[in-house]
């Protein structure tokens, strides 16, 4: 998995109307949380919906190598088995987690307080990640880490036999460093705390209390205050993870740019931690609704309806929603190139240490395609010029990371011109099944070696 097949070229032409509707997968972030914890409960989860992308798969992969049982049902059902918390076993081999810092940093977390040792590999984007995020506060409950330079992978981490609670503020907004201290508090005695400075996606904490775990949160004027009680007995549970609202973006984003266009997304969480780019979208003016609006499994859910919008104007991204869209970034700069006026977006400086730099990975793909930019280190400002004024024509980099080329595929449905990405193969860790729903909608795009 940590090497990298044969890149798959493709191209991308002016498409639709789009029409129909659209099952995208199940949530990534969810998917992974599920298999951890339900091979930390003891006896057997049940989860249905589970996204089947390489990036839970390497998840899966891992639960058993670290001695749960993880069976695939049929397609989303799956069966874990799990060992409890603190019962994981030393893995024969080295954990391969392709290109999922979710899986990597989670997992991380986990065997931190276990009497074990591990290493962990990935992918080239993941290998090139930092990881000092999760291994400075797991040295706090008593693990070590060996890793590369700059506390990159592959890295041998030395689980702490004898872990002591923590008391962890998160210096960024990352959820994932706040659930690898979450989850490394599971096995560590007595209450470890956490704050973060403004709430991250928070299913790591929903789903802890939903396993058994004691588990409080705390709003302060120094931010969201978390706290765990360690060694807790996690019951296992029967989970249907909701569907994922960072994938259902792409067809939404697609239909709001695209001529006639009238697409339903059905079953999308709106978990708030989540839903900003909705509200960012509607704020532009975009004709995005949500249909039977309901509740499942304790999360808020609904049927997002997006039609052509040909009137959208450019806004400033409020920066405290950041964290509820931080992976929807490059396909908002996609319909901000669609709309008129300036779309600024300012306090994302995580964005430059994702999958790739996804700063960098859309401004360079967004000039090669004749769309103006301005950019700095935690902002960039898009100019858009209104609906169907993209040239296009352009070859853009996907580096190895699945969001950057679904949203240069999305670009190039409303180009004047074809758009080209160099590797489409990365679209396989979050939506496997991205190329023949959109083709079902009436998007043009094509393998180009095909
Ligand atoms: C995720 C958290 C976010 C997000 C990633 C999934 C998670 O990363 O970008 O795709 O499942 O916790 P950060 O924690 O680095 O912000």
């Known amino acids: 998995m940590s090497g990298h097949a044969d890149p798959i070229p493709m191209i991308s032409r002016k498409s639709g109307p789009l029409k129909g509707v659209a099952e995208v997968p199940g949530d990534k972030s969810i998917s992974h949380r599920a298999l951890i914890l339900g091979a930390l409960s003891v006896g057997e989860t049940r989860i249905s919906g589970l996204l089947e992308?390489?990036?839970?798969?390497?998840?899966?992969?891992?639960?058993?190598?670290?001695?749960?049982?993880?069976?695939?049902?049929?397609?989303?059902?799956?069966?874990?088995n799990g060992v409890g918390v603190g019962g994981f076993q030393e893995p024969e081999n080295v954990i391969d987690c392709g290109n999922a810092g979710t899986g990597a940093r989670l997992i991380m977390g986990v065997m931190a307080t276990t009497g074990i040792s591990a290493t962990f590999t990935g992918d080239a984007s993941l290998r090139s990640r930092p990881m000092a995020?999760?291994?400075?506060?797991?040295?706090?409950?008593?693990?070590?880490?060996?890793g590369r330079e700059g506390g990159r992978?592959?890295?041998?981490?030395?689980?702490?036999?004898d872990p002591a609670p923590v008391r962890y503020e998160v210096p960024m907004l990352s959820a994932q460093v706040k659930s690898a201290v979450l989850f490394a508090g599971l096995n560590a005695p007595g209450k470890t705390v956490v704050t973060e400075k403004e709430a991250t996606r928070d299913h790591t904490e929903r789903m802890l209390a939903g396993f058994g775990a004691e588990i409080s949160i705390e709003e302060t004027d120094e931010g969201r205050v978390i706290t765990l009680t360690g060694q807790p007995e996690l019951k296992p549970q029967n989970i249907t993870v909701p569907r994922d609202p960072s994938s259902a973006a792409f067809p939404?984003?697609?239909?709001?740019?695209?001529?006639?266009?009238?697409?339903?997304?059905?079953?999308?969480?709106?978990?708030?931690t989540r839903a900003g780019l909705f509200a960012t979208l509607r704020e532009m003016g975009a004709d995005l609704t949500y249909e039977n609006e309901r509740e499942e499994g304790g999360e808020p859910v609904a049927d997002l309806r997006a039609r052509f919008s040909p009137d959208m104007k450019g806004i400033e991204?409020?920066?405290?929603?950041?964290?509820?869209?931080?992976?929807?970034?490059?396909?908002?700069?996609?319909?901000?190139?669609?709309?008129?006026?300036?779309?600024?977006?300012?306090?994302?400086?995580?964005?430059?240490?994702?999958?790739?730099?996804?700063i960098d990975a859309m401004a360079r793909g967004l000039e090669a395609n004749g769309v103006a930019l301005d950019e700095g280190e935690d902002w960039w400002i898009?100019?858009?010029?209104?609906?169907g004024t993209v040239k296009g024509g352009g070859l853009c980099e996907a580096r190895l990371d699945h969001r950057i080329a679904m949203s240069f595929l999305v670009l190039g449905m409303a180009a004047q011109n074809p758009v080209r990405v160099d590797d489409g193969g990365p679209v396989a860790t979050s939506f496997p099944i991205f190329e023949p729903l959109m083709a079902g909608l009436g998007a043009q795009i094509v393998r180009a070696n095909q």
């Open 53 to 80: 992308g390489d990036d839970v798969l390497a998840t899966a992969a891992a639960m058993r190598a670290f001695g749960a049982e993880v069976e695939h049902l049929g397609a989303g059902e799956w069966r874990v």
């Open 153 to 161: 992978l592959p890295m041998t981490i030395v689980g702490a036999g």
């Open 252 to 272: 939404v984003c697609a239909a709001l740019i695209t001529p006639g266009s009238d697409v339903l997304v059905p079953n999308i969480g709106l978990n708030p």
């Open 317 to 358: 991204v409020p920066p405290e929603r950041a964290a509820s869209m931080i992976d929807e970034y490059p396909i908002l700069s996609v319909v901000a190139a669609n709309a008129t006026g300036d779309t600024v977006m300012r306090g994302v400086k995580e964005l430059r240490v994702k999958e790739s730099d996804r």
């Open 133 to 146: 995020r999760v291994t400075e506060p797991i040295a706090l409950f008593g693990a070590r880490s060996f």
């Open 382 to 387: 898009i100019h858009g010029n209104g609906p």
